[in-house]
C-alpha cells in the first residue's frame, strides 16, 4: 500500500500494483485540490528512513570515538563530556524521514524521468500553497514569517533577530519545499538584488553551526544537517 495525505480529493491508503508510478496512484485518489501546493510534495520511503537512522548513529558512533581518543592522547579539548553526551543522544534516537527528492507537477504531466515506481509502505504528503518562509539554525530568535517577494535572505534572518555567535554566515542554504538545497556565497547574498529572486514561498534558510566555533569533532557540519532536517518540513506540514 502507499499512503496519500493532503491536497488530494480523496486521500487516504491505496493498495499498489507492481509497476504502478506516483501519477497513477495520485490519479486514482482524484487528483489535487485547488488548493495544493504540488512544488511542496513530500515523498518518503521506509528503506531511506533506516538509512538516514543508521547514518545518524555512525556519526554519533564516530563522534564519542574522536572524542575519547582525544582525552586518550591528551590532546588539548574545550568540548566537554556533557557537550558531546547530549549531541550524540539526539542522533542515536534520530528517525529518519525517508524523504525522497521528486517533482511531482513534472510526474503528473507525464514526464517518464520524474514518475517513479511507488512500493509498499510509501507516503506522499501534498501539503496547501504555501505562503512562508522558514529560518532554522543558529539563529537568535527562528521561526517562520510571511513571505514577501521584496525581502531577502539577509532581510529574513533579521527578522530571526539575527545570527547567533556560533553561527557559519558563510555556509547559508535555502532548503526548497520540494527538498532541494540551494547554497549560497556570503560574497552575494548580502545585500544582492539576486538573492530576493532565489527565494520562494516555502523555502526554508539554515544557519549552520560554525565548526570552527571549537575544535572541530568529526564531520560536525553534516551532523548538523541531519537534525536541521527534521525541521524544515515543519512549514510544509502544517499546511495540511
Known amino acids: ?28 485518489a482524484g487528483g489535487l485540490t485547488d488548493l495544493a501546493f504540488p512544488e511542496g510534495a513530500i515523498f518518503n520511503r521506509v528503506v531511506i528512513a533506516r538509512r538516514q ?24 579539548t574545550s568540548t566537554g563530556l556533557e557537550e558531546v553526551l547530549l549531541i550524540t543522544d ?21 514526464n517518464s524521468e520524474f514518475d517513479y515506481e511507488v512500493e509498499d509502505g510509501d507516503e506522499l504528503i501534498i501539503p496547501r500553497a504555501s505562503d512562508t518562509v ?12 510571511i513571505y514577501q517577494s521584496n525581502l531577502t535572505v539577509e532581510d529574513y534572518i533579521g527578522l530571526s533577530a539575527g545570527t547567533s555567535k556560533r553561527a557559519d554566515q558563510s555556509a547559508i542554504y535555502i532548503v526548497r519545499a ?18 530576493q529572486e532565489r527565494l520562494r514561498a516555502g523555502d526554508s534558510i539554515v544557519v549552520p553551526v560554525d565548526s570552527q566555533h571549537k575544535e572541530s569533532l568529526a ?9 536541521y532536517q ?11
Open 134 to 145: 522558514s529560518v532554522v539554525g543558529e539563529v537568535r530568535q527562528p521561526g517562520t514569517h
Open 178 to 195: 520540494n527538498g532541494s538545497v540551494t547554497t549560497l556565497d556570503s560574497s552575494w547574498w548580502r545585500f544582492s538584488e539576486s538573492s
Open 219 to 227: 564531520q560536525w557540519r553534516e551532523v548538523t544537517q541531519i537534525i
Open 53 to 76: 537512522s543508521e547514518r545518524a548513529q555512525a556519526f554519533a558512533a564516530d563522534i564519542r570515538q574522536t572524542f575519547a581518543s582525544r582525552l586518550l592522547t591528551e590532546e588539548t
Open 1 to 28: 500500500t502507499i499512503s496519500l495525505r493532503g491536497a488530494v480529493l480523496f486521500p487516504g491508503n491505496y493498495v499498489i500494483s507492481p509497476g504502478e508510478k506516483i501519477s497513477d496512484v495520485v490519479r486514482r
Open 90 to 110: 539526539q542522533l542515536d534516537t534520530f528517525e529518519g524521514q525517508g524523504r525522497l527528492l521528486i517533482d511531482l507537477p513534472a510526474a503528473i504531466a507525464g
Open 230 to 240: 527534521g525541521m524544515v518540513s515543519v512549514a510544509a506540514l502544517a499546511n495540511l
